[in-house]
């Protein structure tokens, strides 16, 4: 009796150990799926990483590509502007206007003279000189100075009508120009059948009427003027590096001191399949011995 206990006892254990190890095979299984479905999806989300990396890197290329192709556009356009300013400079140095000077025959009438204005080293070519619309002179060749060119007396002394004066010129690096009595600045381009053709008007290039010794002078007064200490002293923090002690750098983590994830997957899974292997072989040992028992008894 106490056999046939013994040989049942051993046998349910037995099926137990069955029952366990094939438990455990069928969550090693389940975790071997959702290891490699992890796996999987660890992949998918290191190549879509790198797909955005690639993709910001694509777009950083394009933007200095863009910043550069800004830069190099303004750099043109600041040449053209600095040759196109360098162009007017003597142009901006010629002008005319109508000088008034009173008539000796009659008190209500002037004595207009028209004042070309050459404040350049070089000469200007072929000058025109209109005024209100016409040509009332034409001249060769204006040098360095001021030409006079008188005009038939007139009855009035109006601001307008001294600026009513228009002269038309080519400087040494042969553009023509333009130039009204208002100071406006035009530069003509030649047509297709030859003709010229004006310009929007351009800004004259604006320099010191000072002369040199003048400022000199203004540079020695400021040189020797006294020096005035604020009325009220400067607020707010100081705008300079402060002296304090400087914070010690965080300590770093000692070399080695991390374990390495992963390392030890691999040897524990061989354990756990070792004992799964034993627990089969003890379980079919009791079962064969239990059915053995039975039979025989």
Request: hydrophobic share 35%.
């Amino acid at each position: 009796m106490v056999k046939n206990l013994v040989a049942v006892f051993s046998t349910l254990i037995g099926l137990a150990g069955l029952m366990l190890s094939y438990a455990g095979h069928r969550q090693k299984v389940r975790q071997e799926a959702q290891e490699a479905q992890e796996a999987q999806e660890a992949q998918e989300t290191a190549r879509r990483a790198e797909e955005l990396r690639r993709i910001e890197r694509d777009r950083e290329q394009e933007q200095e590509a863009r910043a550069l192709r800004e830069e190099a556009r303004e750099q043109r356009e600041r040449a053209a502007s600095a040759r196109r300013e360098w162009e007017r400079l003597q142009a901006s140095m010629i002008g005319g206007h109508i000088a008034l000077s009173p008539s000796s025959l009659n008190d209500n009438w002037v004595v207009p003279q028209v004042v070309i204005h050459n404040g350049s080293n070089q000469p200007v070519r072929d000058v025109r000189v209109f005024f209100q619309g016409e040509v009332i002179h034409e001249l060769p060749l204006v040098g360095t100075g001021h030409e006079y060119l008188p005009q038939p007396p007139a009855h009035t002394q109006e601001e307008r009508y001294r600026r009513q004066v228009t002269v038309e010129f080519t400087d040494v690096a042969g553009i023509r120009w333009r130039r009204d009595g208002y100071g406006a600045l035009q530069r003509a381009r030649q047509g297709t059948e030859g003709q010229e053709i004006w310009e929007a008007p351009e800004t004259p290039v604006i320099e010191s009427a000072l002369r040199p010794s003048d400022l000199t002078d203004a540079g020695h007064q400021m040189q020797h003027a006294p020096a005035r200490m604020p009325e009220t002293p400067p607020q707010g923090p100081p705008t300079g590096p402060l002296s304090g002690p400087s914070a010690p750098p965080a300590p770093s983590a000692p070399y080695g001191g991390g374990a390495p994830a992963g390392g030890g997957g691999a040897p524990a899974r061989r354990h756990v399949g070792l004992l799964r292997l034993a627990v089969v072989l003890v379980s079919l040992a009791l079962i064969a011995g239990g059915v053995w028992s039975l039979i025989h008894h």
